[in-house]
């Protein structure tokens, strides 16, 4: 979605000084720039909620037909989401950098969740 696109950039950005500089370093400033920005819960035009045969909650688009267990809201927490889901190993890079990156991904997720505190600082 390129209505998001500076936001994501933004994002990254403090994805990669965490990976570089450690978390704790990188954590005051993503949560000044992030904190709040993951945005409501209100699904795109066309997706719809539904459960599977296990009770688990998906999402099914009425146009396309795709499904996916991500909610797929309007908000940057999404496009972070979509790009966490699709980092491809051994295609995009190895498992452990994938991993590595994965885990940032859910950080910066978790800041603009919140009101700026990580959950395992609550």
Not at 58 to 69: A, F, P
Request: proline share 4%; glycine share 8%.
């Amino acid at each position: 979605n390129y209505d998001f696109e500076d936001a994501v950039n933004t994002c990254l950005k403090h994805v990669a000084a965490a990976l570089v500089y450690g978390v704790e370093t990188a954590t005051s400033n993503a949560q000044r720039d992030l904190a709040g920005k993951g945005g409501s819960d209100e699904l795109r035009p066309d997706w719809y909620e539904y459960h599977d045969d296990d009770g688990k909650l998906y999402y099914w688009n009425e146009i396309t037909g795709e499904i996916t267990y991500t909610p797929p809201t309007q908000q940057l927490d999404t496009c972070l989401m979509y790009l966490r889901d699709r980092v491809g190993v051994p295609r995009d890079m190895g498992q452990a950098a994938a991993m590595q990156l994965r885990m940032h991904l859910n950080w910066a997720i978790e800041i603009m969740a919140s009101a700026g505190i990580p959950s395992d600082e609550e």
